[in-house]
Structure formats: structure tokens, C-alpha cells
Nanobody, 124 residues
């Protein structure tokens, strides 16, 4: 059974940095798409970044140049480095996984497995 476990959330001041981690269990880290989504209160869940196990990456326009997604396949772990955060980045952050390439990476319905989420709160 596939399980995803996020960690690294917390409170950070505007302009600061945070690194989120997501460990994938129950699935071999080959031919897999891993993504980070976020959901703020009253808003829809939105894709933040995605990475294919082969290395290709995608980012939402709102985080380009500030956030970086990376992976360590030896640890079955994907990371989201968040720099220059603003209050707009406050949300629950979720890790998602699907088999295969990251076609339509921003569509939640393309992912069959989700973590429980980790809260990120940015204070000004």
C-alpha cells in the first residue's frame, strides 16, 4: 500500500525559508511523478510543483524562482525548498504521487495517493 508522509511545515516570517519533505513508502521510486499541492482556507487545492523520477520539473507561476523541488530516490523522498515566502504561501501543503510521467501535473484527479498534509504559516 502506498503511503506518503509529509514533514517540515511550521511558522515562518515573511521573506524566510522552509523545507518540506515527503517520504514515499510502498512503491519503488521508478517511473513516478511526485507533486506538491497546497490549499488555503476557502480556496481550491492548487499544484505548486512536480518532479518526475527522471528529473523533469514543473512549477506554478506563483512560485517560480522562489521554490525548488528535488528528490532523493535512495531515500524515496521528495523535497520542496521554499524561499522568500509571503503571506500568500500560507496553506496546508500536500504531497501527491502517481505512476508515470507528470502529464497534467496540476490536476488533482491525476493523483491516486496523497499525504495528510503539513501546515505552513507565514507571518508578516
Amino acid at each position: 500500500q502506498v503511503q506518503l508522509s509529509e514533514s517540515g511545515g511550521g511558522s515562518v516570517q515573511a521573506g524566510g525559508s522552509l523545507r518540506l519533505s515527503c517520504v514515499l513508502r510502498g512503491y519503488t521510486y521508478i517511473n513516478v511523478c511526485m507533486a506538491w499541492f497546497r490549499q488555503a482556507p476557502g480556496k481550491e487545492r492548487e499544484g505548486v510543483a512536480a518532479i518526475y523520477s527522471g528529473g523533469d520539473q514543473w512549477y506554478a507561476d506563483s512560485v517560480k524562482g522562489r521554490f525548488a523541488i528535488s528528490q532523493d530516490d535512495s531515500k524515496n523522498t521528495v523535497y520542496l525548498q521554499m524561499n522568500g515566502v509571503t503571506s500568500e504561501d500560507t496553506a496546508m501543503y500536500y504531497c501527491a504521487q502517481r505512476r508515470g510521467y507528470c502529464y497534467g501535473w496540476q490536476m488533482t484527479e491525476n493523483y491516486g495517493n496523497w499525504g495528510q498534509g503539513t501546515q505552513v504559516t507565514v507571518s508578516s
